[in-house]
Nanobody, 123 residues
Framework: QVQLVESGGGLVQAGGSLRLSCAAS????????MGWFRQAPGKEREFVAA????????YYADSVKGRFTISRDNAKDTVYLQMNSLKLEDTAVYYC????????????????WGQGTQVTVSS
């Protein structure tokens, strides 16, 4: 089992920045690639970013590429999502997840999920 707890969400104006954190406990964190997903009201959960176990490779949704950065600190069992130049359409609940198998962009490839943290971008 892996327990994941997100933090760092909040209310921010458009153009602003937030840094999300996801703290892991349980099984060895460094064994897992990690992903961030988000879900806006009335929409399906969508891929945001992923990072391999070593941090050597990262992947991003086109909608956030160049604005968001995923990183991890295996010594702290934590994965981060730095979000810059936030837009109204970034408003959603953000979830971190531990990858199990399959493509990084698919929700079905992840078997452990956090409870989510709300990010609201205002105009």
């Amino acid at each position: 089992q892996v327990q994941l707890v997100e933090s760092g969400g909040g209310l921010v104006q458009a153009g602003g920045s937030l840094r999300l954190s996801c703290a892991a406990s349980g099984r060895t964190f460094s064994n897992y690639a990690m992903g961030w997903f988000r879900q806006a009201p009335g929409k399906e959960r969508e891929f945001v970013a992923a990072i391999t176990w070593s941090g050597g490779d990262t992947y991003y949704a086109d909608s956030v590429k160049g604005r968001f950065t995923i990183s991890r600190d295996n010594a702290k069992d934590t994965v981060y999502l730095q979000m810059n130049s936030l837009k109204l359409e970034d408003t959603a609940v953000y979830y971190c997840a531990a990858h199990y198998s399959g493509g990084y962009r698919r929700t079905g490839s992840y078997n452990y999920w956090g409870q989510g943290t709300q990010v609201t971008v205002s105009s």
